[in-house]
């Protein structure tokens, strides 16, 4: 486990609390990982820099923040790219830069999250794939391949079950199929957040510089922690059903178990091939 | 192996759930020519 600074001060007072922090992703917590000697570009760099398009999808109710980096009308296959709780489409500018040189790459803010501003009610995957594909839709966009972190790895399989001809290849990057997958001292500190704990975090910060609500935080600590402790389960067989292949990966010291992320994978594996419907 | 796999996993040492986020680079590598359907290289010399 990587540690931060923020995280050393939670680790003495909130054992639990600290180690949930640590496996929850935060953009601005990725910022403080030591960049190696040779980095190129600053930590900091946002997705939204350099995109060629921002705006925002009237979809399910809310106001959803995209960017499009690269040109949507290329006969290349676009890659949606979807945050982890507590970020936001600029915190994933790491996976937008390497992509869009040969792709175009759309970043969503998930409800809740970045510039969506207040979450309205709890959070569910479903919810949010749901809403992922809406803004698909109103860029006119019949099917992507994924790309998600954590919560939106869990997304990203939430789509691909819900919406499978949406959905080219999908990558899971540290998420997991199920509740169950998380490892439970992880689910255990999440429990036990509270908003004053991310007080002065660039979790924090990051928050209320892009949110249209920024006093709106304790609402997203509420949220994710509900939807942390509310059980969820694609079974095997609709992670056999999902017609597109599917690129599992995880850090040997993750929150989300190896023996899930194998599983996963696994039933990738023995997914069979089924024609698409066409999608108009 | 020599066709595309239907899935592919990779686990990443000495890496946490917040530090893959700093591992950008080498996930690209990795993930690129998955979505491009590229075929792992078969090197010379076995068959």
Known sequence: MIAFPPLQIFRRRHPGVAAALALLASAAVVAAVPEPANAQQPATATASASAAKTGYAEVNGLRLDYAVHGDLASKQTPLLVLHGAFMSGEAMAPFVTPFAASRPVITIDARGHGRTGKVRGALSYDQMADDAVAVLASLGIKRADVLGYSMGGSTAIAMAVRHPDRVGKQVIISGAASLDGWIPEVLAGIAQMTPEMFAGTPMETEYKRLSPTPDAFPDLVAAIKHIDATPFAFSDAQLRAIPGRTMVILGDADGVTFDHASSCSSCAAAATSRPRRRVS | ?47
Do not use: C, N, W, Y
């Open chain 2, 1 to 47: 192996m020599t066709a595309a796999p239907k899935a592919r996993l990779s686990i990443l040492p000495a890496t946490s759930h917040i530090g893959v986020m700093a591992e950008a680079p080498t996930i690209a590598a990795q993930v690129i020519p998955f979505l491009d359907d590229a075929t792992p290289p078969m090197p010379a010399g076995f068959f």
